[in-house]
Structures are given as structure tokens and as C-alpha cells.
């Protein structure tokens, strides 16, 4: 499957063009995407140019295609050489797409493959009359009724080696075949058919209010009414005494009780501050303005302020090299002799 090559030469064409129906169509594509967005429509090209050419995709195709649509040659290339849908080398009348993956591969996918090496040969290779080619391809959406193939533009369903060697004799034969599943399936429903849903009056339309119709006869036929628990009684009461917001006022203006500031309260013709806070506040008579300030730390001289009264550390002069640092141990020895540590030498500049 991961064999995406072109034609050899000798089966290339010398040319390619589009006729003038499928240049129109082209245009009307391209048309269909904004200015500078032309490489959009490489799909729709390159599917309708295999068309034109009997159901592959020449080498002189994907180069008008490029040409079309303003695009490097190597670009349109690597979209048809991605996508299986694209053929490469000249294929049968009806060309066979055989799935492979899982779940096609798990309910008879080899046996449908080995039908189809036996009948036709290998892969990509078409038949002596010219009718039949096959490939194994990539899942093709029909998981539900596998395995399946895709033969030209059909899906063909619930296969076996023999019903798909049948459907092949009445394609070569040109008699009407049966497309979607081979076993009566409808659409992707179970083998057998729907086992759920199946009363028709679901979808009719007659159940429509039919639960309403129900009650009035009830009623009409004098039937005995639900039984009365009082519920609805007492969730009345309760609504009544303790009411509950419907919705949370979270965002929404309410009423709040006014601040109790000396604003406020002077707004209102009330003391500004309450006798409760004036009870509890410092003695009008007693000022603290003037008293003596506390003594300086130990070891500072007179008139000089301790570093935090100063809010602030005077910084030396750029010109002065800084002090050095005590050497371990030696700060506290000079203490404990009773002597201060003599500073260090200042650094001199070399």
C-alpha cells in the first residue's frame, strides 16, 4: 500500500489538456477561494483530471494541474501520491479498492484479497480483457459492514470470496448490481435487522400529546385523582416564612445597611463619633508631643543620632577605599582582652 510510484515513461501520455467542459468547471473551483488561495482546489483538479484520463493520473496531468493553479510541480506530486484515490498507473474499467485495515482485515479481508491475487494477479495489475484492477487500500468507512471494496465510485458491503467474485461476473457482464451491502443489510443496522426502536408510532407522529390525552380521560372516566400528601401545602408555608431568592445577588443592586462612619453618621444629625469610641480613646489632656526623648544607644557620642534615626547610611566617599573586614576571630578576642582590633592599612593601587 505504501507503493505510490508513477507509470513508467512508456505508458505516459506526450500531453495533456483539459476539454473545454472540464476547463470551465476548473475555473468555477477555483473560484470558490479567495485571491492567493487557488491551491485549495488541487484536490477537485487532480479527481477531475483522472476522470477525464479513464481513471488515472498521468504524469503530464498533475503538471497542468500545477500550471492551473500556480503551484510547484513537486506539490501537486506529493497530494497525489498521498491519497490512495489517486491512481498512478492505468487501471481496469472497474477498479477494485480492497480495505485491509482491522476490522475489514478481522472479518475476511485475507480471503477477499487472496480471491482477488487468484483471479487477477498482483496488485495493481489489470486484467488480460481489460476490465478488473485492484488495491489494497487504507479504511475506507464502512466499518460496520465489513469487509467491503470500493469499485469505481460504489461501496460494495458484507463481502465473501464468492458473493464478490458473482458481483465481478455481472460487472464484466454488464448486468444491474446491488449496491451497499450483500446481505440485505439496511444501511449499517445489525445482521438481521434493527432489534431496538422498531414500534412504528416513535416516528409516526401519533404519540405527540399523547400523555395529555391520557389524564383527560382519566379525568372524564372519573378515575381516582393522585393522592394529596400535602406536599404542596407546606412548601407554600415555608416559601411564605422563609423566603429564598431565585437567583444569588451576586452583581446585582441590593439593599445593604450604610456604613457606620463619622460621614454617615454626621449626614444623619448623630454624634461624628460614637461615646462608645470616645471612652476608649487617649486622654484629650495628656499630649505626647513634647515628652524627653530615649537615651541613646551605648557608645554613641553626644549629638550623634543612632543609624536608624537618620532613616538612611551615609555612604563613603569614592575617593576613600572601604574598610575592611575584622579577620575571623579577631574582633572577639580584642573584646575579651578588653582592647579594640587596630584597622587594617588601607589597599594602595598597584
Given at each position: 500500500?505504501?507503493?505510490?510510484r508513477?507509470?513508467?515513461?512508456?505508458?505516459?501520455?506526450q500531453?495533456?489538456?483539459?476539454?473545454?467542459?472540464?476547463?470551465?468547471w476548473?475555473k468555477?473551483?477555483?473560484?470558490?477561494y479567495?485571491?492567493?488561495?487557488?491551491?485549495?482546489?488541487?484536490?477537485?483538479?487532480?479527481w477531475?483530471?483522472?476522470e477525464?484520463?479513464?481513471?488515472?493520473?498521468?504524469?503530464?496531468?498533475?503538471e497542468?494541474?500545477?500550471?492551473?493553479?500556480?503551484m510547484?510541480?513537486?506539490r501537486?506530486?506529493?497530494?497525489?501520491?498521498?491519497?490512495?484515490m489517486?491512481a498512478?498507473?492505468p487501471v481496469?474499467?472497474?477498479?477494485?479498492?480492497?480495505?485491509?485495515?482491522?476490522?475489514?482485515d478481522?472479518?475476511?479481508a485475507?480471503?477477499?484479497?487472496?480471491?482477488?491475487q487468484?483471479?487477477?494477479?498482483?496488485?495493481?495489475?489489470?486484467?488480460?480483457?481489460?476490465?478488473?484492477?485492484?488495491?489494497?487500500?487504507e479504511?475506507?468507512?464502512a466499518?460496520?459492514?465489513?469487509?467491503?471494496v470500493?469499485?469505481n465510485?460504489?461501496?460494495?458491503?458484507?463481502?465473501?470470496?464468492?458473493?464478490l467474485?458473482?458481483?465481478?461476473?455481472d460487472?464484466?457482464a454488464?448486468?444491474?448490481?446491488?449496491v451497499?451491502?450483500?446481505?440485505?443489510?439496511?444501511?449499517?443496522?445489525?445482521?438481521?435487522?434493527?432489534?431496538?426502536?422498531?414500534?412504528?408510532?416513535?416516528?409516526?407522529?401519533?404519540?405527540?400529546g399523547?400523555?395529555?390525552?391520557?389524564?383527560?380521560?382519566?379525568?372524564?372516566?372519573?378515575g381516582?385523582?393522585?393522592?394529596?400528601?400535602?406536599?404542596?401545602?407546606?412548601?407554600?408555608?415555608?416559601?411564605?416564612?422563609?423566603?429564598?431568592?431565585?437567583?444569588p445577588?451576586?452583581?446585582?443592586?441590593?439593599e445593604?445597611?450604610?456604613?457606620?462612619?463619622?460621614?454617615?453618621?454626621?449626614?444623619g444629625?448623630?454624634e461624628?463619633?460614637?461615646?462608645?469610641d470616645?471612652?476608649g480613646?487617649?486622654?484629650?489632656?495628656?499630649?505626647?508631643?513634647?515628652e524627653?526623648?530615649?537615651?541613646?544607644?551605648e557608645?554613641a557620642?553626644?549629638?550623634?543620632k543612632?543609624?536608624?534615626?537618620?532613616?538612611?547610611?551615609?555612604?563613603?566617599?569614592?575617593d576613600?577605599?572601604?574598610?575592611?573586614?575584622?579577620?575571623?576571630g579577631?574582633?572577639?578576642?580584642?573584646?575579651?582582652?578588653?582592647?579594640?582590633?587596630?584597622?587594617?592599612p588601607?589597599?594602595t593601587?598597584?
Amino acid at each position: 500500500m505504501a507503493n505510490r510510484r508513477l507509470a513508467p515513461a512508456s505508458e505516459q501520455p506526450q500531453d495533456f489538456a483539459f476539454t473545454p467542459e472540464n476547463a470551465e468547471w476548473a475555473k468555477n473551483q477555483i473560484a470558490k477561494y479567495p485571491e492567493g488561495r487557488q491551491a485549495s482546489a488541487v484536490i477537485p483538479l487532480l479527481w477531475k483530471a483522472q476522470e477525464q484520463n479513464g481513471g488515472w493520473l498521468p504524469q503530464k496531468a498533475i503538471e497542468a494541474v500545477a500550471a492551473e493553479l500556480g503551484m510547484p510541480k513537486i506539490r501537486v506530486l506529493e497530494v497525489a501520491t498521498f491519497y490512495t484515490m489517486f491512481a498512478l498507473e492505468p487501471v481496469g474499467r472497474f477498479w477494485i479498492q480492497l480495505c485491509g485495515t482491522v476490522p475489514c482485515d478481522s472479518c475476511g479481508a485475507r480471503e477477499l484479497k487472496g480471491m482477488l491475487q487468484k483471479r487477477l494477479g498482483p496488485s495493481g495489475h489489470v486484467s488480460a480483457d481489460g476490465n478488473f484492477s485492484w488495491l489494497e487500500v487504507e479504511c475506507l468507512g464502512a466499518c460496520c459492514n465489513a469487509p467491503m471494496v470500493q469499485i469505481n465510485q460504489d461501496y460494495y458491503e458484507d463481502l465473501t470470496p464468492e458473493s464478490l467474485s458473482q458481483l465481478m461476473d455481472d460487472l464484466a457482464a454488464g448486468r444491474p448490481v446491488k449496491v451497499g451491502s450483500q446481505k440485505g443489510r439496511t444501511s449499517s443496522e445489525p445482521q438481521g435487522g434493527a432489534t431496538t426502536l422498531t414500534d412504528e408510532t416513535l416516528f409516526d407522529g401519533s404519540r405527540v400529546g399523547a400523555w395529555r390525552k391520557r389524564f383527560e380521560q382519566t379525568g372524564e372516566q372519573g378515575g381516582t385523582p393522585p393522592a394529596d400528601t400535602g406536599e404542596a401545602a407546606s412548601a407554600g408555608r415555608q416559601a411564605a416564612t422563609t423566603p429564598k431568592p431565585a437567583k444569588p445577588d451576586a452583581g446585582r443592586p441590593v439593599e445593604r445597611k450604610a456604613s457606620d462612619a463619622p460621614a454617615q453618621r454626621a449626614a444623619g444629625g448623630e454624634e461624628p463619633v460614637k461615646p462608645s469610641d470616645r471612652a476608649g480613646a487617649a486622654d484629650p489632656g495628656h499630649s505626647t508631643a513634647h515628652e524627653t526623648p530615649a537615651p541613646a544607644p551605648e557608645g554613641a557620642t553626644a549629638g550623634e543620632k543612632a543609624a536608624g534615626e537618620h532613616g538612611h547610611q551615609t555612604a563613603p566617599a569614592r575617593d576613600v577605599p572601604p574598610q575592611q573586614p575584622d579577620a575571623s576571630g579577631e574582633s572577639e578576642a580584642a573584646v575579651e582582652g578588653g582592647t579594640s582590633a587596630p584597622a587594617a592599612p588601607p589597599r594602595t593601587e598597584q
